[in-house]
């Protein structure tokens, strides 16, 4: 009984070590990587750095304030204003304004805040993206020079601007317009199919959501055993291509799955609208991010 709790010890310890090796994550800033006292993990999806050697790289100073536990990240023309107050978590301010946590909050790790680091290089007027092949975190101190990155949907990048995006697609072109943030897309129609093309930009202008928009014209009740052929068809092809979706839920009027490759996150939806008489199947994809 010792040896065999002996053995599953030494089991769970290797195990555990292959799984820390195959997720170590690696950062670079305008193509220079990044090195840290304490490595860069992923907690909520989320990935958690050591802030200081990023932010350093934007030419700001870091001032830790044990007392209120908060760290002050100020850019050149900043002065330092200690405003925080003692509270159960870790403070973040940049240029003087407090920095909101929704989906996972700094933590102190090993003596060392960990942030996550998507928050604060945005609010600094830096970019951010993930290559999920080579578990890297791409920063960029320019949000204008984030590098494009390929993705599986028609011929376009992540990071095209319109210009390029409308060059390369090859659908008769529908409309263009502003969504409620003032970004522009693309509506573009395959001629032989009832299926609409759309192209999200971001604020810079570059390439930051698509979708492949599946809605027959006729009623639902002809058209739901279409729509359900067609989504299952869909999901197959998705599934031999990048495997089981991460998951695959059903609810009362809806069915969705997902995946994530090496540059994207990529949702399959079948929505039955009862009220609005109709069935949509929708693939859209983002970019991956963590």
Known sequence: MKYFSLLLLLLLFINTNTAMAAERISVTVNGNPVNFNTEPRIINDRTLIQIRPVVEAFGCSVVWDDATKTSYINQSGYPLNKTA???NDINVYVNNNRIDFPDQKPVNVDGFVMIPSRTVVEALG???VWDNRSKTQIISTDKTK???RKFDFRNSNWGDDIETVKRNETARFVESGNDRD???YLVYKENDKESEIYYGFDNNSRLSWARYYYQPKHPIQTELGKASKEYNSIKN??????GE???AERASQIYLARWDTDTSTIYLELIIAVEENKVVTSI???PLSA
């Open 284 to 286: 859209n994809y983002e």
């Open 237 to 242: 092809d998705l599934t031999k291509k990048y």
């Open 182 to 184: 003032g970004n522009e």
């Open 146 to 148: 984030i590098p494009a």
């Open 126 to 128: 830096g970019a951010v």
């Open 85 to 87: 107050t003692l509270g």
């Open 245 to 247: 979706p991460k998951y």
